[in-house]
C-alpha cells in the first residue's frame, strides 16, 4: 500500500479495507514501518520500533473495530510485555515488564498492531517532548518548534501520518496540548473512565489519564467505547453511558449553553493568535445555533499551583524510587534532568499532612468548578496560551530551578489545562486554527464530569462544519 493511499483514511478507515480484504493487516503494518524509516529521522517521535511484537500481533489478531491497524503507544504509564518503557529518562532506562497493563489488553483486543514506542520527556513532567535521553521530537508542521508534551512523540507520529491513533495520557494537559501544537483531536476521558490497573490505581492521585490522540471524531468515540470501563479491583470508575459513544454521533448535537473565556485563572498573558482563533471559534459555535456566553469561574490560581506541584512532586519521587529499586539503581543527579531532581527532593521531604491538604485543595476547585456547570454545557478556551514553542523554550535540565518555578513555567504556557485534571472532567482539544506562520493552534472544550458524549456530539458537528482530517504538515 502506497504512503499517499494510507495516509487517507483514519484508523477506522484502515479497519474497513482489512474487514472487505482490499488490504491485509501485514500490508498496513509494512507500509507503517516505512513510514517511520522515512519520516521519523525528520521528527525523532519513535523512540523503538517492534518488529516482534508487531508479528505476535499479527500471528493472533482479534476481530476489534480497529482490526490490522497500525499503533504506537507512549513509553509511560501505560506499559506493554517486553516493550521497553524508559520513561524519557535514563533512571529507567532498561524499565521492561512482562505483562500488560489491563489498557494494552485492551487496545490488542481492539485489534490494533503496536509497531513502536513514541517519546516522552522525562517522567512526562513537562509541556514539550526533550529529554537527556531521547533528544528533542519536532513538529512535523515546523522542525524548530515543539510538538508539545508530554505526549509529543504520539502528536508528531500520527500528524506525520505514521499511524491515525496513538495512545497517549495526561496528568495536566498532556493529550490536549500535542494535540493542539499537531492539527489533531485530543480527548482526556473523564477521571475513572479509562483502566489503569493491575500496576496502578489513580494516576497522579487522580490527575492522570490514560487514552489517545486521534485524527478523527469517530476514532475517538469508537476508541473509547473499546476500551473504557473498570478493570478488576479499580479504585473508583465512570459509569459507562447506555449508548455507545460512537452510535452517539449519528444524533445531532442539542442547542448547548457554552460558557467561554481568554482570560486563564492564573492571569498569564495569551498570545493574540490564540484570542483571535478563540474569538473566531465562538463566532462558529453561535452559528451552528448554540448559545454563547463570556464568563469563567473563579478558583484560587495561587493554592491551586500549590496543589499541583504537591501532588506532581510526590508522585514523581514515588514513581522514581519504585523505577530505581526494580532496576537496582539509585535516584541521583546523573540519572535525572535537573528539574526532574528538584521535584524528587521536593516529593520526599513533603509530609503526609502537606499531600493531604494539596487534596483539599483539589477538592475545593472540584466543587467550585462543578457548581459553574451548574449553569453550562460546555467551557470553552484555547488550549494553550501560544502556538508551539520553539524547541528548548521549556528547558526541564535547566540548573537552579525550583519545583514551584518549573511547575509554573509548565502552565504559563498551558494555563487552560490543568484545571480539568483536576476536577477529572472530560475535556478535548480540537484543531479549529492555524497561526500566520501556519502553526496549528487547538480549541479545548470541556464538559461536565461524566459526559464526553456532549463533547463528541460537538465536536462532530464542528468537525463536519470545518473539516480538518486532509489538513497535512508540509512535510507529509
Not at 509541556?127 to 537527556?132: D, F, G, I, K
Not at 442547542?255 to 482563533?277: G, M, Q
Not at 453550562?376 to 494553550?384: I, Q
Amino acid at each position: 500500500m502506497k504512503f499517499s493511499e494510507y495516509l487517507q483514511y483514519d484508523g477506522l478507515g484502515l479497519a474497513e479495507l482489512v474487514k472487505n480484504k482490499e488490504v491485509t493487516p501485514e500490508e498496513l503494518t509494512d507500509t507503517a514501518l516505512q513510514v517511520i524509516e522515512d519520516i521519523n529521522p525528520k521528527l525523532n517521535a519513535v523512540v523503538s520500533i517492534q518488529r516482534e511484537n508487531a508479528k505476535r500481533d499479527l500471528d493472533d489478531l482479534p476481530n476489534g473495530p480497529f482490526k490490522g491497524v497500525p499503533f504506537l503507544i507512549k513509553e509511560m504509564a501505560l506499559h506493554a510485555s517486553g516493550i521497553p518503557s524508559r520513561m524519557g529518562s535514563k533512571l529507567a532506562d532498561g524499565f521492561v515488564l512482562a505483562h500488560d497493563t489491563e489498557l494494552m489488553a485492551r487496545f490488542r483486543q481492539a485489534g490494533f498492531v503496536t509497531i513502536g514506542t513514541t517519546a516522552t520527556p522525562e517522567f512526562a513532567f513537562n509541556a514539550t517532548t526533550e529529554s537527556v535521553l531521547y533528544g528533542p521530537s519536532r513538529n512535523p508542521w515546523n522542525n524548530e518548534r515543539s510538538p508539545g508534551g508530554s505526549s509529543g512523540g504520539a502528536g508528531a507520529a500520527v500528524a506525520a501520518g505514521i499511524v491515525p491513533i496513538a495512545h497517549a495520557n495526561d496528568g495536566g494537559g498532556s493529550i490536549r496540548i500535542p494535540a493542539s501544537c499537531n492539527g489533531l483531536i485530543g480527548l482526556k476521558p473523564t477521571r475513572g473512565r479509562i483502566p489503569t490497573g493491575p500496576d496502578m490505581g489513580e494516576l497522579l492521585c487522580g490527575l492522570g489519564i490514560e487514552f489517545a490522540i486521534t485524527r478523527t471524531v469517530r476514532d475517538t468515540a469508537a476508541l473509547l467505547d473499546a476500551v473504557s470501563g473498570p478493570d478488576l479491583g479499580c479504585y473508583a470508575w465512570a459509569e459507562r453511558p447506555a449508548t455507545p459513544y460512537l452510535k452517539e454521533l449519528a444524533t445531532p448535537s442539542q442547542r448547548l449553553r457554552i460558557a467561554w473565556t481568554d482570560k486563564p485563572f492564573s492571569e498569564v498573558p495569551v498570545d493574540p493568535e490564540c484570542i483571535k482563533s478563540l474569538h473566531e471559534t465562538v463566532r462558529l459555535c453561535e452559528q451552528l445555533g448554540h448559545e454563547v456566553v463570556e464568563t469563567a469561574p473563579y478558583i484560587n490560581n495561587e493554592q491551586h499551583m500549590l496543589a499541583t506541584v504537591r501532588l506532581w512532586s510526590s508522585n514523581l519521587a514515588n514513581m522514581m524510587d519504585n523505577v530505581a529499586q526494580f532496576l537496582g539503581k539509585d535516584p541521583s543527579e546523573e540519572l535525572l534532568e535537573a528539574t526532574s531532581w528538584a521535584c524528587y527532593q521536593y516529593g520526599k521531604s513533603m509530609t503526609a499532612v502537606e499531600l493531604l491538604q494539596a487534596l483539599d485543595i483539589m477538592n475545593m476547585v472540584s466543587r467550585t468548578i462543578g457548581e459553574f456547570f451548574n449553569g453550562y454545557d460546555v467551557f470553552l478556551t484555547p488550549t494553550t496560551g501560544q502556538p508551539p514553542l520553539l524547541l528548548s523554550e521549556l528547558n526541564a535540565n535547566a540548573p537552579g530551578v525550583s519545583p514551584e518555578q518549573w511547575t509554573e513555567q509548565i502552565f504559563t504556557y498551558a494555563p487552560f489545562t490543568n484545571v480539568f485534571n483536576t476536577t477529572g472532567q472530560p475535556a478535548i482539544s480540537l484543531p479549529l486554527a492555524w497561526s500566520r506562520d501556519g502553526l496549528p493552534i487547538g480549541m479545548q472544550f470541556a464538559g461536565r464530569f461524566g459526559d464526553e458524549a456532549t463533547l463528541l456530539k460537538l465536536a462532530h458537528q464542528i468537525e463536519e462544519a470545518l473539516p480538518w482530517k486532509d489538513r497535512r504538515p508540509p512535510m507529509v
